[in-house]
């Protein structure tokens, strides 16, 4: 399977705990990205990187969340003691910058549910 | 007011019908315009790409975006059941790569 890869797919967690979500990437794309699906909505960006560097944050990306990707390579997305407003599926998504304006056609995984209870 | 407007349906059509689905946005900056088709607890799913105005085909499907109007359209030909999900509008500024606003998601029902 070439495509982006998530794990875990589902997660339950007791409210106040830490959970922490991994992204494998296309093996070809340097760009990497989160975003947040709840229930009957459209996703939401949270976070993007370029090679290691994190170049930009959403105001949805409180003090909890923080999201890493050492080596520029897989991704990981970490929520610090969770609430139960965390609950949603988290997807993570790359692209490469290709040819122009190409570089807006991401490609997602699967994502991975969090149920905070 | 979102900046993008899609209504959520549920819309329901019965097999080899031709599916219109459809949003709004408010901001003129848009250049890029995707749909996405997404099912029951996967992952979006790009099915169609386009820049700036203009129609583009691919199949059974095709994209239209009017500028002007602010308004972007999806149409599906000879619907199959195997295209119900839900299909989510997509848009991007120029150079702002891969930050992309979506629509709430338009669940589509497909009836044999």
């Known amino acids: 399977d070439t495509g982006v890869s998530q794990n875990p797919r589902h997660k339950i967690t007791k409210r106040g705990q830490n959970v922490t979500f991994r992204c494998d990437p296309i093996s070809e794309h340097n760009r990497l990205y989160w975003y947040r699906q709840t229930l009957g909505q459209g996703p939401e960006f949270l976070t993007y990187?370029?090679?290691?560097?994190?170049?930009?944050k959403s105001r949805l990306l409180s003090d909890r969340f923080s999201a890493e990707r050492p080596k520029g390579s897989f991704s990981t997305l970490e929520i610090q003691r969770t609430e139960q407003g965390d609950s949603a599926m988290y997807l993570c998504a790359s692209s490469s910058p290709g040819r122009q304006g190409t570089g807006n056609t991401i490609y997602f995984g699967e994502g991975s549910w969090l149920t905070v209870v | 007011q979102k900046e993008v407007e899609q209504d959520p349906g549920p819309l329901s059509v019965p097999e080899g019908a031709i599916v219109s689905l459809n949003c709004t946005y408010s901001?003129?900056?848009?250049?890029?315009f995707m749909w996405y088709r997404q099912y029951s607890r996967k992952g979006p799913e790009l099915l169609m790409y386009t820049y700036s105005s203009g129609n583009k085909e691919d199949g059974r499907f095709t994209a239209q975006v009017d500028k002007s109007s602010k308004y972007i359209s999806l149409f599906i030909r000879d619907s199959q059941p195997s295209d119900s999900a839900t299909y989510l509008c997509a848009m991007n500024r120029l150079g702002n790569t891969g930050k992309l606003i979506f629509g709430q998601g338009t669940t589509l029902q497909v009836k044999p």
């Open positions: 990187f370029q090679n290691e560097a994190q170049l930009e």
């Open positions: 901001n003129s900056a848009f250049q890029y």
